[in-house]
């Protein structure tokens, strides 16, 4: 079994910031790419940002320069620090991993959701 938990969600006021962990545990072989996504009240999910094992790093348009993602390969944890945090940034944010639990097997993974509410 393998389990992501994420951490770091709550409410902050516009131009704030904060940082989201989610660390992978359970019987992992190996992790390719760690990433979070997003959710707001009656869209779709989409992406924030993703990062793979060598640390290369891709953004979503709206939060580039606003927001860091990071890992620590030897954790199994991948965080996202959210500066200039804006009201549209509200969401359930889910922590995503590409992880090999056995040899050879490749699944995805996802965390519960953490909730980010940002007020005006």
């Known amino acids: 079994q393998v389990h992501l938990v994420e951490s770091g969600g709550g409410l902050v006021q516009a131009g704030g910031s904060l940082r989201l962990s989610c660390a992978a545990s359970?019987?992992?072989?190996?992790?390719?790419?760690m990433g979070w996504y997003r959710q707001a009240p009656r869209k779709e999910r989409e992406l924030v940002a993703t990062i793979t094992k060598g640390r290369s790093t891709n953004y979503a348009d709206s939060v580039k320069g606003r927001f860091t993602i990071s890992r620590d390969n030897a954790k199994n944890t991948v965080y996202l620090q959210m500066n200039s945090l804006k009201p549209e940034d509200t969401a359930v944010y889910y922590c995503?991993?590409?992880?090999?639990?056995?040899?050879?097997?490749?699944?995805?993974?996802w965390g519960q959701g953490t909730q980010v509410t940002v007020s005006s």
């Open positions: 359970g019987s992992i072989y190996s992790i390719n790419v």
């Open positions: 995503h991993a590409e992880i090999c639990p056995v040899e050879g097997v490749w699944n995805d993974y």
